[in-house]
T-cell receptor
Framework: SQQGEEDPQALSIQEGENATMNCSYK?????LQWYRQNSGRGLVHLIL?????REKHSGRLRVTLDTSKKSSSLLITASRAADTASYFC???????????FGKGTRLSVIA | NAGVTQTPKFRVLKTGQSMTLLCAQDMNHEYMYWYRQDPGMGLRLIHYSVGEGTTAKGEVPDGYNVSRLKKQNFLLGLESAAPSQTSVYFC???????????FGAGTRLSVL
C-alpha cells in the first residue's frame, strides 16, 4: 500500500513560474526520495533527504522535510517545458520493507 | 554503462499464455525489484530480491513468479496471463534497501 500521498494530483503552470508539490506519509521514515517520470519512460531519481535533514537543494530543485508533520515538499523554480513529467515521492522506514512510492503529481509546464 | 535493461519493450499476449520478462543490471547491485504501473495507481511492488538466490513478495505478487539465479538478472514470469495483468512493468535495482533505485525503460504488456 502507498505510504506517501502526493498533492496535488495534477498541476498546470506557465513556464518561468515555480511549481510546488507536497508529499505526506504515515509512519516514521529513514529517508524520503523524489523521482521524476517522463511520459513513457522509467523513473529517474532526483533527490534523497534523510530523516535528520530539513532541506536539500539540487540545481533548481529544493526539497524540504518536516518529520513532525510527516510531510515533504518539492519546489521546482523557474520551471521549463522540459520539466513536464510526473513526480513521485518514495519513503523508506526502519523496518525491512523496500521503498514505497506514492501515486505521483502530474506537472504540466506550458510554454 | 547500460544501467538497467528490460526486455522485451512491448508484448501482446492472449489470455492463458505465459511469458518471462528479463531484467539485467550492470551496477553490481544487490537489490532488484519488479513493479507494475497502472493509470492512477502509481507504482506497485510485485516481487523483489535482496541478493542472488533470494526473492520476496511485494504488494501485488499474485499471478507472478520471479527468479534471481544470477546477481545481475531478475526474471518475472507470468504462468497464465490474464487481462488484469495488462500494465507497464518496470524493473529497478539498488545497492541497498534505502538507496537510490535505478529504473529500466519499462515493458508494456497487453493481455487480450
Amino acid at each position: 500500500s502507498q505510504q506517501g500521498e502526493e498533492d496535488p494530483q495534477a498541476l498546470s503552470i506557465q513556464e518561468g513560474e515555480n511549481a510546488t508539490m507536497n508529499c505526506s506519509y504515515k509512519t516514521s521514515i529513514n529517508n524520503l526520495q523524489w523521482y521524476r517520470q517522463n511520459s513513457g519512460r522509467g523513473l529517474v531519481h532526483l533527490i534523497l533527504i534523510r530523516s535528520n535533514e530539513r532541506e536539500k537543494h539540487s540545481g533548481r530543485l529544493r526539497v524540504t522535510l518536516d518529520t513532525s508533520k510527516k510531510s515533504s515538499s518539492l519546489l521546482i523554480t523557474a520551471s521549463r517545458a522540459a520539466d513536464t513529467a510526473s513526480y513521485f515521492c518514495a519513503t523508506i522506514n526502519s523496518g525491512n520493507t523496500p521503498l514505497v512510492f506514492g501515486k505521483g503529481t502530474r506537472l504540466s509546464v506550458i510554454a | 554503462n547500460a544501467g538497467v535493461t528490460q526486455t522485451p519493450k512491448f508484448r501482446v499476449l492472449k489470455t492463458g499464455q505465459s511469458m518471462t520478462l528479463l531484467c539485467a543490471q550492470d551496477m553490481n547491485h544487490e537489490y532488484m525489484y519488479w513493479y507494475r504501473q497502472d493509470p492512477g495507481m502509481g507504482l506497485r511492488l510485485i516481487h523483489y530480491s535482496v541478493g542472488e538466490g533470494t526473492t520476496a513478495k511485494g504488494e501485488v505478487p499474485d499471478g507472478y513468479n520471479v527468479s534471481r539465479l544470477k546477481k545481475q538478472n531478475f526474471l518475472l514470469g507470468l504462468e497464465s496471463a490474464a487481462p488484469s495483468q495488462t500494465s507497464v512493468y518496470f524493473c529497478a535495482s539498488s545497492f541497498s534497501r534505502g538507496n537510490i533505485q535505478y529504473f529500466g525503460a519499462g515493458t508494456r504488456l497487453s493481455v487480450l
